[in-house]
């Protein structure tokens, strides 16, 4: 399945955890805070991903909110509720959720550990209900250690090692519901929100907000990229741009371009890349893969090339028409246009 769910949800995430809009670029200051260190952006990458998973749960709850569950004691229709949907799962996930949250509250941007140390202690009370629906010790630090697959916004799957029945499970979305609105009310503000968006960036989870895409990379450049005319795609955290819809089958011609702060999302993008080839000879540390990988946008077609000059991580992914075979020369070269187009 195409993976929409970091760009469809990136705002939701902010807004429902944070609890503040993320600032456009037309209003975000350029000032820089200190880099974030390699564990600190683990943890943000692990949250941050955590939490897009469970919003892309809750958005398929609320689609289908207009059906009703069987109440077996009663035998009656109880109507279904996504809120209490969503938070059996933010329940069940409090484990990780309270110990990334706590080591976020204890370094990083000064802003961001208040907040983070108040959703700690919301998660505290998740943690506390596994417990009373029997969970042990053991498999509560399962779930803690629980592994994060960044790349395709997955979690390692547990269901055979920690076993909650679902009534228990929908008891735990009854019992969390109201300590889970507590994560709308924590106190936040523009400068939370700016010193996510800054912070996500650098770490790899998602492409900044400060990139004019117009002048990264203008639309006659990605149209001669793709051999035809190119429409920006609006829908994108990344500036994507895509050519006509095939008629007879096909991946539809796209170039994307992602771009992030500072050289520690190299690490992040590339860590996960198992089947990864170096590109030399460039200058700069660089990876290339077969498939197109654009914050969150997949696609088996194609390639992509990962860049940093220290200064900014670039993502370059392109998808020919026919499923042409992409080289990475044209990803090296659109890769240096865009260095040259940010300095």
Do not use: W
């Not at 805070?33 to 949250?47: G, K, S």
């Not at 809120?83 to 799962?89: D, K, N, S």
């Not at 108040?118 to 209900?129: P, S, T």
């Not at 498999?139 to 250690?145: G, S, V």
């Amino acid at each position: 399945m195409r993976a929409q769910i970091s760009r469809l949800l990136a705002v939701f995430v902010v807004v429902a955890v944070l609890g503040a809009a993320v600032p456009s670029a037309a209003s975000a200051s350029t000032a820089r805070a200190a880099q974030p260190t390699r564990d600190y952006c683990n943890d943000l990458v692990d949250y941050y991903t955590v939490n897009v998973v469970i919003a892309f749960i809750g958005g398929l709850a609320q689609a289908f909110s207009g059906l009703g569950g069987s109440d077996s004691t009663t035998s009656t229709t109880e109507p279904f509720d996504p809120e209490e949907f969503r938070a059996a799962f933010y329940a069940a996930m409090s484990p990780k959720l309270e110990a990334l949250t706590a080591r976020l509250a204890d370094e990083g941007i000064k802003v961001l550990r208040k907040p983070f140390r108040q959703q700690e202690a919301v998660f505290a009370k998740g943690v506390a209900l596994l417990k009373a629906a029997g969970l042990t010790d053991k498999q509560i630090k399962l779930i803690a250690n629980a592994k994060i697959d960044s790349q395709n916004a997955q979690i390692e799957d547990l269901t055979k090692k920690v076993k909650l029945d679902d009534a228990k499970l929908a008891n735990l979305g009854k019992d969390f519901k109201d300590d889970l609105a507590q994560l709308d009310q924590i106190e936040s503000g523009p400068k939370v929100a700016k010193a996510f968006s800054l912070v996500g960036s650098q770490c790899g989870a998602f492409p900044s907000d400060r990139v004019d895409c117009s002048s990264v990379l203008p639309a006659s450049d990605a149209s001669q990229i793709l051999g035809e005319d190119a429409t920006r795609a609006t829908d994108e955290q990344a500036c994507e741009y895509r050519g006509a819809e095939p008629s007879s089958g096909g991946s539809t011609p796209t170039v994307a371009v992602a771009v992030y702060d500072g050289a520690l999302a190299y690490d992040t993008l590339t860590r996960g890349l198992t089947d990864g080839k170096q590109v030399k000879g460039l200058g700069n540390p660089a990876v290339a893969v077969d498939g197109f990988n654009s914050a969150g946008h997949t696609q088996s077609c194609g390639r992509t090339l990962f860049e940093t000059d220290r200064k900014h991580t670039v993502g370059v992914a392109i998808c020919l028409a026919q499923d042409a075979p992409v080289s990475n020369d044209i990803l090296a070269q659109t890769a240096d246009q865009v260095f040259r187009n940010l300095s």
